[in-house]
């Protein structure tokens, strides 16, 4: 009996320390390994079959080791709070310039220092087929390419700005955080079938936009057109009146904008420049503030031409946002009305019209029965003489059945 206990198969045991460590669950049920601890053990028999490497184990153990790896993420988070802080207090990097290389110079062989930790331990395949191990590298080559001053060519310079991208570590070295990932990534084909169904939905709506509004497109075409003559109008006005804007007050605060021309000159210096600003205010994204209080508060200009600049603005917003948008959206509506009774006068055509059916009583017309109360009275009457007459046929049927039964 010793000796079967000795030779107890190793997987037997591992199966009852691992049962074991649940003491909390359920006897009754056997223990089913997550994710993380198949993987580990999966690399654990990797080490075993093609570590050749001094003390590859043991580096592996040290830097899975919970302390580590919480230890790695708060160095990835403290670089990325430093990088705010730099681009907060000092964007171009000129004020402390000494003290932001030295950070530079510390996180980046940090980095590579824990890379090859990673690389040491994982060697060589295992290393290999985890995806963030990869990104690791990628951010670390940034990293050196930094350190040591590299000049890149051309658009290869912008890949120096991948650094910023450094806190996305954190979600390879934090379970909770890449459990979330691998929820996301689980949830894209779900999500993309919800667009799918979307798409459709929304193409089918568009066909049938086709036909309910097809008698409704020239209204609004026409809707839109007088609209876009009364935009132009006032664009064609805009450059008239304030096209030279500041032109005589170079120095005032507001005379430049952040490109460095002058205020009328960008905004309403030509035809096509006052149509944009015009559809700008039209769309409301900062109207007031940009497009229309550097007007209003034009050095030495007189009180009738600040009035007639708001009655300019304000008279283009109540015609344009609130009057012309309705009128195209009353017209759709009546296109939409008139596309429902025609579609209703198709599917319950009146009596005496294309359906070839004659009035039922000489003399009477449709415009005496305009809502068709006659006509369904008429109907009804007609199924019920048709359902007397096949039930008299069934019961003759079924007389005779009873007949040539009994004889």
């Known amino acids: 009996a010793q000796g079967c206990k000795e030779a107890m198969p190793a997987g037997q045991a591992a199966a009852r320390s691992s049962g074991g460590n649940d003491a909390g669950g359920d006897p009754g ?18 080490l075993r079959h093609e570590s050749r490497l001094w003390h590859q184990k043991e580096v592996y153990e040290f830097y899975h080791d919970p302390k580590v790896m919480y230890l790695v993420a708060f160095i990835i988070l403290a670089n990325f709070i430093i990088e705010c802080v730099q681009r907060q207090i000092d964007p ?16 980046s062989f940090l980095f590579l220092i824990e890379l090859i930790i990673n690389m040491y331990g994982s060697w060589f ?14 951010v670390v080559a940034v990293g050196m390419l930094i350190v ?23 979600f390879g070295r934090i379970a909770s955080l890449r459990k979330i990932l691998l929820s996301i990534r689980k949830a894209i084909p779900g999500v993309m079938n919800a667009f799918i169904i979307m798409a459709l939905v929304v193409c089918i709506y568009a066909v049938l936009a086709v036909d309910l509004l097809a008698k409704a497109i020239p209204g609004v075409m026409n809707a839109f057109i007088i609209m876009a003559l009364v935009v132009c109008i006032y664009a064609v006005l805009a450059v008239d009146l304030f096209g030279k804007a500041y032109e ?24 096509l420049k006052a149509l944009y600003s015009l559809f700008q205010i039209l769309t409301g994204e900062s109207w ?12 030495d200009a007189p009180a009738f031409q600040v009035i007639y600049t708001a009655i300019f603005f304000v008279s283009f917003i109540l015609i344009n946002a609130i009057v012309l948008l309705n009128v195209v959206v009353a017209v759709l509506l009546d296109g939409m009305n008139s596309a429902g009774d025609q579609v209703q006068s198709e599917a319950h055509p009146s009596d005496g019209e294309s359906d070839g059916k004659e009035p039922a009583k000489e003399g009477e017309t449709v415009d005496d029965d305009p809502t068709g109360e006659k006509a369904a009275r008429r109907e009804l009457v007609d199924v019920k003489a048709q359902l007397a007459d096949m039930s008299s046929d069934l019961n003759e049927l079924l007389a005779a059945i009873r007949n040539g039964s009994t004889k």
């Open 29 to 46: 049920h056997a223990h089913s390994p997550s994710a993380a601890e198949q993987s580990t053990a999966k690399h654990e028999q990797q």
């Open 92 to 107: 171009s990097g000129d004020i402390h310039k000494t003290a932001w290389r030295v950070t530079e110079l510390v996180f």
């Open 125 to 138: 395949r295992h290393f290999f087929s985890i995806g963030w191990n990869y990104f690791d590298m990628l």
């Open 148 to 170: 040591f001053n590299v000049s890149l060519p051309g658009p290869l310079k912008n890949i120096l700005m991948l650094r910023a991208f450094r806190v996305f570590r954190l």
């Open 288 to 299: 007031s503030e940009m497009g229309v209080r550097p007007l209003l508060f034009l050095p």
């Open 248 to 271: 005589d007050h170079p120095n005032a605060t507001s005379a430049y904008t952040q490109r460095g021309e002058l205020y009328g000159e960008e905004y309403y210096g030509t035809f």
